[in-house]
C-alpha cells in the first residue's frame, strides 16, 4: 500500500463519521491541554519561587536564631534570642569572604501618616542593608552609618506603603509618618521588587537598627543576620567560616548543639525548586489521568469502526490485502485521531496557561520539552490504544468477514 494511498484511506475513515472522531478528538484535546497548562503552571511557580529567593539578594547566607525550648518541647527555629548586632560585627571583621552584613530586627507595627494608616512590616537595619538585599531607593537616599549611630529617627518606605499613605506616584520624602506613635522623617523610596499579600517585598518601612532597638525591641539581640559572600563560590566556605566563629563567641564546643542556624541561599533555591518540581509532576500526573481517558475513547471508537467495517475488511482480504496492510491502516487512523488531537490540545493548553497568567494572576511557563512531550505522549496514545483494534481487524477471517450482517 502507497503511502498516498493510506492517508487518503485514513481521511475517508475519519471523515464518514464526522462526529464521532470529533468528540474522540476531543478527549485527546482535553487530555493534552491538562497536562501542558497544568505543566506551566507548575515550571511557573517553580520560576517564581526561584525568582523571589533571588530578588532576596545576592549570595547570601542567613544566620538565625535556635529554637527556644520548653519541656523538650521546640518552638521552632528562630525563636530563640541568641544573635546580637556585636555577632555581625565579628563576622565583617573576623572573616574574609564576608562582604558585607547586615544584622534585622523586624516586626509588624501600626503606621499613620496624612490621615491614613496601614499595619505593615518594619525592618531595623543596618546601612549596608541594601547592597546585601539587592534593595534599590528610587527616592531620596537610604539612612547612614552616622544616621545608625545616632540613632536617628529616619524611614525608608517601600511602593507599597508610600501607595497606601500617601497615594501612588507621590514623592514622600521630606514627609512624616508615624510608628507606633512615634515621628520619623521619611528620606527615601525604594524600587519596586514585587510580589503580593504577605509576601509583598514593598510592603515594607526601612528604619536605623539602633532607633528600633531603643524604640521598639528594647534589646540588643536581632533577628537575623544577612551576610553577602565575595562570590558564589565562596558560600560554602563562608557558611562553614560564621559556623566556627559563632560557636566560639556563644562557648559551644558540640555543633549540634548551636544555638543558632546558617542557612545558604543556594541550598534554600534547590530545595523550593526540589519542591516545586514535585509539585509540578504531580500536576501533570492529574492532568495526564485525563489523557488516558481519551486513550480510551480512542480504542472505543477503533473497536467500534472494527465491528462497522468489517464486510469492508473481508473484502480487501478476498481480493488480496495482507494482515499487515489492513493493521497499519486502522493503526493509522488511531494515531492521525490523536495527532490532531495533540496540534488542538497544545494549542487549547497554551492559550489556557497565558489565560491563568493574565486573568488569575498566576505565574506560567510553557516550555518547548512540555510540548514536545505532549506530542510524543500523544502519539504513543494512538500506538498503544490503536493496536488492539488493530490486530483484532487484521485477525478477521475473510470469509465469515464477509458473512457478517
Known sequence: MKISDLIEETYLALVSNKARSSLTILGIVIGIGSVIAMIAIGQGTQASIKSSIQSLGSNLVMVRPGATRSSAVSSGRGSATTLTADDAKAIVEKISLAKAVAPVVNGRYQLTGQGNNTNTQVIGT?????????????????????????????????????????????????????????????????????????????????????????????????????????????????????????????????????????????????????????LTLLLGAIAGISLVVGGIGIMNMMLTNVTERTREIGLRKAIGAKRSEISIQFLAEAIMLTFLGGIIGVAAGCLVAWGVTQFGNIATEVSTSSIAMAFGVSALIGIVFGYYPAQRAAALNPIDALRYE
Not at 144 to 167: C, M, N, W, Y
Open 126 to 278: 543596618t546601612a549596608d542593608y541594601p547592597e546585601v538585599k539587592s534593595v534599590s531607593v528610587d527616592l531620596g537616599t537610604f539612612f547612614t552609618k552616622q544616621q545608625v549611630e545616632s540613632k536617628a529617627k529616619v524611614a525608608v518606605l517601600g511602593p507599597t506603603v508610600r501607595d497606601d499613605i500617601f497615594g501612588e506616584d507621590v514623592d514622600p520624602t521630606g514627609q512624616t509618618i508615624k510608628i507606633k506613635g512615634m515621628e520619623f522623617k521619611i528620606i527615601g523610596l525604594t524600587v519596586s521588587k514585587g510580589g503580593s499579600g504577605m509576601d509583598d517585598q514593598d510592603d515594607v518601612v526601612y528604619i536605623p537598627l539602633t532607633t528600633a532597638q531603643r524604640y521598639f525591641t528594647g534589646t540588643e539581640t536581632v533577628s537575623t543576620i544577612n551576610v553577602q559572600a565575595i562570590d558564589e563560590e565562596s558560600m560554602t566556605g563562608l557558611q562553614e567560616e560564621i559556623t566556627a566563629l559563632l560557636l566560639e563567641r556563644h562557648g559551644i564546643e558540640n555543633a549540634d548543639e548551636a544555638d543558632f542556624s546558617v542557612m545558604n541561599q543556594s541550598d534554600i533555591v534547590a530545595s523550593a525548586s526540589s519542591i516545586a518540581g514535585t
